[in-house]
């Protein structure tokens, strides 16, 4: 099973970029990579996801490295709003077989105003 | 609008007494599956279910049953409950092969004494 590695937490100040990593070395050519966030007392939220090029959404941009075994998300500008638990799973794209997902315990973030 | 919806969000029971914590979805989706969140260990997959009448084990299957009866329902049932199972679950779905990110529900609050 496909697992992916991160920091346990980071800490940013309001209004300043933030930028998560992701290390996923055991990633096969099929896997799309996933982030996910999860408020307090809330469920996980999808923010995005990709699988070789980089991808920019409303809420963040995801920049994967050339060689796919990492990643990072990018938070252009931290609210306060964005203190949350940060996960990064892979996902196997075209499976229709099996969907065995490993979550991890994710990046605690951290905004200071 | 588009959701997962769990039922109840908050439970609280004795130990042994069988219980059913429902999760419906409104997106006709293939996959759905349950996690279990625990302080300290992130979430873990219990079962997941690829479509109607199949469903398969998690990383944590152990006390817990599922069944897919149909494609908007996927119950999560608890036999015997122990103490042990106390935790947060979650049940989340999604469409298969297309890599697509998952829609999670809101989230049930089990006690069990």
């Known amino acids: 099973d496909a697992k992916t590695t991160q920091p346990n937490s980071m800490e940013s100040n309001e209004e300043e970029p933030v930028h998560l990593p992701c290390n996923h070395s055991?990633?096969?050519?099929?896997?799309?990579i996933h982030w996910y966030r999860q408020l307090p007392s809330q469920g996980p939220e999808y923010v995005i996801h990709?699988?070789?090029s980089n991808v920019n959404n409303r809420m963040a941009s995801l920049a994967i490295a050339e060689d796919r075994k990492s990643s990072t998300l990018i938070l252009h500008r931290a609210t306060l709003r964005d203190a949350a638990v940060y996960y990064c799973?892979?996902?196997?794209?075209?499976?229709?077989?099996?969907?065995?997902?490993?979550f991890g315990t994710g990046t605690r973030l951290q905004v200071f105003p | 609008e588009a959701q997962v919806t769990q039922n109840p969000r908050y439970l609280i029971t004795v130990t042994g007494k069988k219980l059913t914590v429902t999760c419906s979805q409104n997106?006709?989706?293939?996959?759905m599956s349950w996690y279990r969140q625990d302080p300290g260990l992130g979430l873990r997959q219990i079962y997941y279910?690829?479509?109607?009448?199949?469903?398969d084990k998690g990383d944590v299957p152990e006390g817990y049953k599922v069944s897919r009866k149909e494609k908007r329902n996927f119950p999560l049932i608890l036999e015997s409950p122990s103490p042990n199972q106390t935790s947060l679950y979650f049940c989340?779905?999604?469409?298969?092969?297309?890599?697509?990110?998952?829609?999670f529900g809101s989230g049930t609050r089990l006690t069990v004494v």
């Open positions: 997106m006709n989706h293939e996959y």
């Open positions: 990709g699988l070789t």
């Open positions: 279910s690829m479509n109607v009448e199949v469903t």
């Open positions: 989340a779905s999604s469409l298969l092969g297309t890599g697509d990110g998952y829609t």
């Open positions: 055991t990633i096969s050519g099929t896997d799309y």
């Open positions: 799973i892979l996902r196997d794209g075209p499976s229709y077989n099996t969907d065995k997902l490993i």
